[in-house]
């Protein structure tokens, strides 16, 4: 079977029609880590939120905020360094480069709503930077010590406890697995080494993909499970490597290898089914696929759902006011609504074109009093896309921002390979 979706990375076209932000104010300052913030925009009034992405630039990396209104859309507020470097990895599928999602991943930047803070990889770095979200007005981030060991080598993604006490980091190079990390508020991160875990997988450092690398890596719903995707070599299938956690944090010392049911390739993000102990995962080889966790048996409800048409589905997030998961693909630039069942029976319910070319990546979803949103980053076109979540079946898009204008009127370059991750914090 040939690999496609790298060349799907490499080719999507530019375009999209833009909402500027508006005059821009610069600010240097030194932050803790020895970078600079640039101020992008004045605050938004009551705003309701923040979303995040990085730059994952080689020669400095950075995270680009945006304030969240109480009506969902965002107005670029700042970017502040992480004291780190991006990187990205090496495609053999494609001659023209890799393009937009350097880091083959989901889960690059997250945040913590327990103790206020944002964590992000720097993969050309090895390391993870972590930051104070301030509650009052959330897109304003502080440095919070020193970057961290993240315990291997091309960090590509994080995953943060419910409590916020730590975080876990997948590593996707040579020196690839798991590590974990103490979060201390006032400190920072504190690397736990005897926390580290292997995946044993071929790679080299940067990692040679997208398939046969690391994708994501989650906290089950209890939080007594780690669970790290990875894609496979088709027709090699990819698999999922589960850690037990103890109560203290501690990973087991061996992982339990998990493989999709037939007909899955290349797993790559995981969203929790709140209530079910299962995932749902896309996968770039044909769709999605369902994850049941309770019951690792072949009786189980696991199962694999192709999308017709797919190019390559490779991110998700879960909407509390639908029911329903969206996700995001590269190649066709759709973003496919899905239903999950109590039985963990999947089915698509609509799909949303976001534009031509534009190359849809990253996304997350965010609860506003009575809607919900979606932010989802159009790596191509450089710019971030809002839907409104009404009602299932009944998204709209609502908002796109550009970002690459008004970044380098502050001295902040911008490109499709040049934008990474996405998450968001809501005010209490």
């Known amino acids: 079977m040939k690999l496609s979706f790298g060349i799907v990375f490499a080719s999507t076209l530019l375009g999209s029609t833009f909402v500027n932000a508006g005059p821009l104010l610069v600010r240097h300052n030194k932050d803790g880590c020895g970078g600079k913030t640039m101020t992008m925009g004045t605050p938004k009034a009551a705003a309701a939120g923040a979303a995040f992405f990085t730059t994952n630039d080689p020669s400095g990396n950075f995270v ?3 304030d969240i209104g109480s009506d969902g859309k965002l107005t670029l507020r700042q970017a502040v360094s992480t004291g780190g470097d991006g990187s990205h990895g090496n495609s053999s599928d494609s001659p023209v480069g890799l393009g937009p999602d ?52 091309f960090p590509m993604s994080l995953a943060i406890n419910a409590a916020g006490t730590q975080a876990c980091v997948l590593n996707g190079g040579a020196k690839n697995g798991v590590s974990c990390m103490s979060i201390d508020p006032k400190k920072g991160l504190t690397p736990q080494t005897n926390n580290v875990r292997s995946l044993g997988l071929n790679q080299t450092t940067p990692p040679s993909g997208p398939a046969g ?11 007594t499970q780690l669970i790290a995707s990875v894609k496979g070599v088709p027709p090699q299938p990819g ?14 010392q061996n992982f339990q290898k998990l493989a999709p049911n037939q007909g899955g390739l290349l797993p790559f993000s995981m969203t929790v089914i709140k209530g079910q102990n299962a995932l749902l995962a896309t996968d770039a080889g044909v769709g999605f696929d369902i994850v049941d966790l309770a019951n690792m048996t072949p009786a189980n409800k696991s199962s694999v759902v192709p999308i017709q048409g797919q190019g390559a589905t490779c991110w998700s997030s879960h909407s509390e006011k639908t029911g329903n998961f969206y996700l995001t693909d590269i190649g066709t630039n759709q973003v496919t609504e899905v239903n999950v069942d109590k039985n963990l029976k999947g089915t698509i319910v609509k799909q949303y074109s976001q534009g031509t070319g534009v190359a849809t990546i990253d996304n997350d979803i965010v609860s506003l009093a009575n809607n919900d949103f979606m932010y989802v980053l159009a790596a191509n076109a450089t710019a971030l896309h809002v839907l409104s979540l009404n009602a299932p079946g009944q998204a709209q898009n609502i908002q796109t921002l550009d970002v690459a204008g008004p970044a380098k009127s502050v001295g902040l370059p911008l490109s499709a390979n040049f934008v990474q991750g996405m998450t968001a914090f809501v005010k209490k």
């Open 213 to 223: 690398t690391t994708s994501h890596i989650v906290f089950n719903e209890d939080g």
């Open 64 to 66: 680009v905020s945006a």
């Open 102 to 153: 350097a880091l083959f991943s989901q889960g690059a930047v997250k945040t913590n709503n327990a103790v206020n803070v944002l964590a992000t990889v720097n993969s050309g770095s090895n390391t993870v930077s972590l930051f104070s979200v301030n509650p009052k007005d959330p897109a304003v981030l502080n440095s919070i010590g020193k970057p961290a060991d993240s315990g291997g080598e």
């Open 239 to 252: 698999f999922f490597a589960i850690w037990n956690v103890s109560s203290d944090g501690t990973l087991s």
